[in-house]
């Protein structure tokens, strides 16, 4: 990477960063001055990377995910349920992270995917879905899970759950501990859910 983009890259991490005034804020109350001013960049420099402050938003998760999909795939010679368990540990990890306000626009951005610039639009109900049920036939193939396997039903249950615990926390206002939540649908659920398919 040349100067250029490495301090291409640099502005755009510090306007990212910027949005941890979502911790404290709710996303309608922030405009993009606030956004630029805590990242020390004039507004200009924003709508070079961004047009909207909702594209932040979406950058991070994207950013977030991505990393999670990395790391989730170096994980293949794991036994499924450990595999499985990482994915939503982590998945919820990120989620909290960004903290509630951060996540409820994400939510937003995911159930009215009309109010998102085709440019932009993340897919990621979509995504997520893919990349469950791409494990799930890989499970099969590998011999971890019975051919008979509903594979496809199965990775709609997780999607679901995942997505449940994400919307429970944005409706009660941070009293559902989502990684709570997970953690207790790993130790727990999930291996019921799987326990007539592994072999």
Not at 33 to 62: C, M, N, P, W
Not at 88 to 114: H, K, S, Y
């Amino acid at each position: 990477m040349n100067k250029r983009q490495l301090a291409a890259q640099e502005t755009r991490s510090k306007l990212i960063a910027a949005l941890e005034i979502l911790k404290d804020k709710v996303f309608t109350a922030i405009n993009v001055e606030e956004i630029t001013q805590k990242a020390g960049v004039s507004k200009g420099t924003f709508h070079v990377y961004f047009k909207r402050k909702e594209d932040v938003v979406l950058e991070i998760s994207r950013t977030l995910f991505e990393k999670i999909a990395l790391e989730f795939k170096k994980k293949k010679n794991e036994p499924l349920l450990e595999k499985l368990s990482f994915y939503f540990r982590n998945f919820m990890e990120c989620v909290e992270l960004c903290g509630i306000n951060t996540c409820r626009q994400w939510t937003r951005d995911v159930l009215a995917p009309n109010t998102v610039p085709v440019d932009k639009d993340p897919k990621k109900w979509l995504y997520d879905v893919e990349e469950l049920k791409n494990l799930l036939e890989r499970s099969i193939q590998n011999n971890e899970l019975k051919a008979d396997t509903p594979f496809e039903t199965l990775t709609l249950i997780l999607i679901c759950e995942l997505y449940g615990m994400i919307t429970c926390w944005c409706m009660s206002d941070g009293k559902f501990e989502p990684l709570d939540g997970c953690e207790e649908f790993c130790d727990v659920q999930l291996k019921k859910i799987f326990e007539p398919y592994l072999k």
